[in-house]
């Protein structure tokens, strides 16, 4: 965690913006996920952080799936519980709808973003 905290820091201190992503990773003999939401939160602990984005294959977040109900809802905001991590907005999509995602989705974002706070 420290030597991702100080390549962080120099790309900053170099004038560039870093993007980040979770990806596979091998530990030891096996693999794992390492989700962009853990490395926000390994980051977000640091008081050089003042914001990040995050970003998804739809224009911010809904009360459900846009892709499979066209009458869903922009959020403007998302209220979350400080001292549980939990969701208090409205939010029917807060998995992920893509099989693949391994990650948890908004409820795990959520959750992550509070602890970095």
Request: charged share 20%; net charge negative; with cysteine.
């Amino acid at each position: 965690a420290e030597s991702l905290k100080e390549a962080i820091q120099h790309t900053i201190s170099a004038g560039l913006v870093p993007v980040l992503h979770g990806d596979a990773c091998l530990y030891g003999h096996s693999g794992a996920i390492l989700s962009g939401d853990t490395i926000m939160e390994i980051l977000g602990s640091n008081s050089w952080i003042h914001s990040s984005i995050f970003i998804t294959d739809v224009d911010g977040v809904y009360t459900e799936d846009p892709r499979k109900n066209p009458n869903a809802e922009l959020l403007r905001h998302i209220l979350v519980d400080p001292e549980s991590g939990k969701i208090t907005t409205d939010v029917s999509a807060s998995s992920s709808s893509h099989e693949h995602d391994v990650t948890g989705g908004l409820l795990v974002s959520a959750k992550q973003c509070r602890l970095a706070c």
